[in-house]
């Protein structure tokens, strides 16, 4: 059974600071999803990862994909408020369906 | 841009009572899923579609049923609804490219409450 696992669950931080959100699952799989969900809102997609080695970028975010650490990273750089969300990484080991972390609710203070 | 429409954004409902929750996308994806997104438990899969008339059960299949009549539209029906199924409901699409599940595009969810 998949399991996906995402560090840290709630993250706190002031605008202006780097993180890093943490994606660890435990098959074997080169295909991996980040999202994105506002309180209240749907999921939005954020990043599609598809090799070993992908990484995409989008504004103040960077997602990356190390497929035989079985681990993607969502880097953060210099946090603003609008970031504040909650996200999730999802994984495609099957083919078929997606499996999701837990996600990380996080909170960027001014 | 992928459309995904739920049916329902709120719904009351009474313990017993039969739900009907309808999802339609138009993007003649091939599949379709409904999860539900509980606190601290994240989006847990219920069913999902690969084609009309097809099914298959997800982590949490128990005490539901789909119906995917029309490539379009995949039903998620709670035959006697119980307290424990208040929740979140989402449905979600995603095409099928090189045998992979591909990205899902998702509803705007449909909140649940059974009384």
């Known amino acids: 059974e998949l399991k996906v696992e995402q560090n840290p669950l709630f993250l706190s931080m002031q605008e202006g600071k780097n993180y890093t959100i943490y994606c660890n699952y435990s098959t074997t799989s080169d295909r991996l999803y980040w999202y994105r969900q506002d309180p209240g809102k749907s999921l939005e997609s954020l990043f599609v990862?598809?090799?070993?080695?992908a990484v995409k970028q989008e504004g103040r975010l960077m997602a990356s994909l190390d497929t035989k650490a079985r681990l993607s990273t969502l880097h953060i750089t210099a946090a603003v408020h609008d970031l504040s969300a909650t996200y999730f990484c999802a994984v495609d080991s099957s083919g078929s369906r997606l499996t999701f972390g837990e996600g990380t609710q996080l909170t960027v203070n001014p | 841009d992928v459309k995904v429409t739920q049916s329902s954004r709120y719904l009351v409902k009474r313990t017993g009572e039969k739900v009907f929750l309808e999802c339609v996308q138009d993007m003649d994806h091939e599949n379709m899923f409904w999860y539900r997104q509980d606190p601290g438990l994240g989006l847990r899969l219920i069913y999902f579609?690969?084609?009309?008339?097809?099914?298959e059960k997800g982590d949490i299949p128990e005490g539901y049923s789909v119906s995917r009549e029309k490539k379009e539209r995949f039903s998620l029906i709670l035959e006697s609804a119980s307290t424990n199924q208040t929740s979140m409901y989402l449905c979600a699409s995603s095409g099928r490219a090189r045998g992979f599940t591909g990205e899902l595009f998702f509803g705007e969810g449909s909140r649940l409450t059974v009384l």
């Open positions: 579609s690969y084609d009309v008339k097809m099914k």
């Open positions: 990862l598809l090799s070993n080695g």
